[in-house]
């Protein structure tokens, strides 16, 4: 299938959320509640439209989305940015032909070039670790609630970028709502 990854601009928010909520219709972990997620996001100081990205087939249509939003990893002695990927969605009919692979893949070389040093996710164990994420617990980072171990990944786009700090992950209150 061709499809090209492009930023996401305001002129498409209302059709990528529902891209976004129709994604997760079927999704065994999952709120329903995403696509509010990702509207919530946008209008925080959370939010950087360079790390929103949108799958377009070949008519333009939006078939996929991502979005990498700013949180911070704190300790009792300081704090440092990172990012969240939270979420990536595919339209189901698009499901499993590479769409969300490469826009994983768009973020995070993107994150990079922004210079951003590392993206946290609480994602399915078996897939995440295939771009490289790890257990964040192996370097100290902890969540600020109970998931599993397994499920809680981190990835250092800068090599050793969280080599000398430990902390727990604080997500902006729009996570949270």
Do not use: C, W
């Amino acid at each position: 299938m061709n499809f090209t990854i492009r930023q996401e601009d305001a002129g498409d928010y209302e059709l990528t959320e529902k891209v976004v909520q129709r994604a997760f219709v079927d999704a065994e972990y999952s709120d329903k509640r995403e696509h509010k997620l990702v509207s919530r996001i946008r209008k925080s100081n959370a939010f950087i439209p360079e790390l929103s990205l949108v799958a377009v087939d070949a008519n333009e249509k939006i078939v996929g989305h991502i979005l990498l939003s700013r949180i911070k990893i704190k300790n009792t002695e300081q704090n440092i940015e990172s990012l969240a990927l939270a979420p990536v969605s595919v339209l189901p009919d698009y499901q499993n032909r590479g769409i969300g692979r490469q826009l994983i893949l768009e973020a995070l070389k993107r994150a990079k070039e922004l210079e951003y040093q590392s993206v946290i996710v609480l994602g399915h164990p078996k897939y995440y670790p295939k771009f490289g994420f790890r257990k964040a617990s192996e370097l100290e980072i902890n969540a600020p609630f109970d998931v599993p171990d397994e499920a809680f990944m981190v990835i250092e786009l800068k090599e050793k970028a969280l080599q000398r700090f430990s902390g727990t992950v604080e997500y902006p209150n729009v996570f949270l709502e």
